[in-house]
């Protein structure tokens, strides 16, 4: 007689996560990887790190099915079209974001199979209008959404810092307390945290804070624009490949640049003061038009008919996020005052209206 034995199956290797730091912009990028397919995604890779990248995949044998974005990034480049150039993998985004020449568009509760494995999106917009996290086997991968004891800002990109309270408080803050935090940044030197962790020591957010703390604190953080901000944000909606060259912020281009651009009183362009409407009333370029920053959608079929665009603003710095903000909404030619605004239009002697 012989007895015959049933083979068992072999265990299910756990999900193996590498989290890789790119120095100069503080940025976290994720490799997940089934170990038992060899299928792999990566999340948030930085340009400059491409080569790492595509070493340590290689080394692993890795099979990577997807490059996949949190959100449009402001202060690096991806380096998800290199990527997917070099081995294939798809590109994956929010679909909220609007992002051209990608392969994966997802809506909140979409899934990704990785091997054994599901990546659940979770739509968290707020730091921009096209953030999304990712949560898979008790981790979630959070982007600049939500961050160790802080959170992204929210006064750019279409941001919202009501939104981004509801999408920490209402979304994240409700996964088991016990699921790991992975975010997009970190300057301290902190690697992850949990949601556990996060509800009750997150400076921001944590401790139940009400909506109108949060805005409070978010009104008032006052901080600089990223540095990259005008080379990536256009950067990166063509993937991290394509810099659109019809979106233009000259370091040279002033005042009296703009000034030349006003008397030709060509129809076909258009001057946009993006300052407040209180601060326009109290003098503005003749025939601009005021677009206070923010309000840019409201005005988004009006400026198609316009061959080129120029905005000024006080010092330049409100100028630099309007153009970012309609880049980032499709449109092309247009050109900012970086470094100055009205005050020096104002000391050239040039016409001002009332």
Same mark, same amino acid.
């Given at each position: 007689m012989t007895i015959s034995s049933c083979q068992q199956p072999l265990p299910i290797k756990p999900l193996y996560i590498k989290q890789f730091f790119d120095r100069d912009s503080c940025t976290y990028t994720y490799l997940l990887v089934d170990p038992n397919s060899h299928e792999g995604a990566i999340i948030d890779g930085v340009? &400059?790190?491409?080569?790492?990248?595509?070493?340590?995949?290689?080394?692993?044998? +890795?099979?990577?099915?997807? =490059?996949?974005?949190?959100?449009?990034? =402001?202060?690096?480049?991806?380096? =998800?079209?290199?990527?997917?150039?070099?081995?294939?993998?798809?590109?994956?985004?929010?679909?909220?974001?609007?992002?051209?020449? +990608?392969?994966? &568009?997802?809506?909140?509760g979409d899934e990704l199979p990785l091997g054994h494995f599901q990546i659940k999106a979770i739509s968290t917009p707020g730091h921009t209008c096209g953030c999304m996290s990712y949560y898979i086997d008790n981790r979630v991968f959070t982007g600049d959404t939500l961050l160790i004891r802080g959170c992204g800002r929210s006064d750019f990109q279409q941001g919202s810092s009501e939104v981004l309270y509801r999408s920490v408080t209402e979304k994240l803050f409700n996964l088991p307390e016990e699921t790991v935090v992975y975010p997009g940044h970190d300057y301290n030197g902190n690697t992850s945290s949990t949601i556990a962790e996060e509800?009750?020591?997150?400076?921001? /957010?944590?401790?139940?804070?009400?909506?109108?703390?949060? +805005?409070? +604190?978010?009104?008032? /953080?006052? /901080? =600089?624009?990223?540095?990259?901000?005008?080379?990536?944000?256009?950067?990166?909606?063509?993937?991290?490949?394509?810099?659109?060259?019809?979106?233009?912020?000259?370091?040279?281009?002033?005042?009296?640049?703009?000034?030349?651009?006003?008397?030709?009183?060509?129809p076909d362009n258009l001057i946009i003061d993006n300052r407040t409407e209180e601060e326009y009333l109290t003098g503005h370029i003749p025939n601009s038009k005021n677009i206070p920053l923010g309000t840019e959608p409201d005005h988004l079929e009006a400026l198609k008919d316009f061959k080129h665009i120029y905005i000024y603003c006080h010092s330049g710095r409100r100028s630099q996020t309007a153009l970012t903000n309609l880049a980032m909404m499709g449109l092309e030619n247009i050109t900012c005052v970086s470094h100055s605004g009205l005050p020096e239009w104002e000391a050239l002697g040039y016409p001002i209206a009332h």
């Open positions: 340009k &400059e790190q491409l080569k790492r990248d595509l070493q340590y995949i290689e080394e692993l044998g +890795i099979e990577l099915l997807y =490059a996949i974005e949190t959100h449009v990034h =402001a202060d690096h480049i991806s380096s =998800a079209g290199l990527m997917r150039q070099k081995t294939g993998a798809q590109i994956v985004y929010n679909k909220a974001a609007a992002i051209k020449s +990608i392969d994966i &568009e997802l809506l909140d509800k009750q020591w997150n400076a921001r /957010l944590g401790k139940q804070k009400s909506l109108a703390d949060f +805005i409070d +604190i978010m009104d008032n /953080l006052n /901080l =600089a624009l990223p540095k990259k901000i005008n080379e990536a944000v256009p950067a990166n909606e063509g993937c991290g490949i394509n810099f659109n060259p019809n979106i233009y912020v000259h370091e040279d281009f002033s005042m009296s640049s703009l000034y030349q651009i006003w008397q030709q009183e060509n």
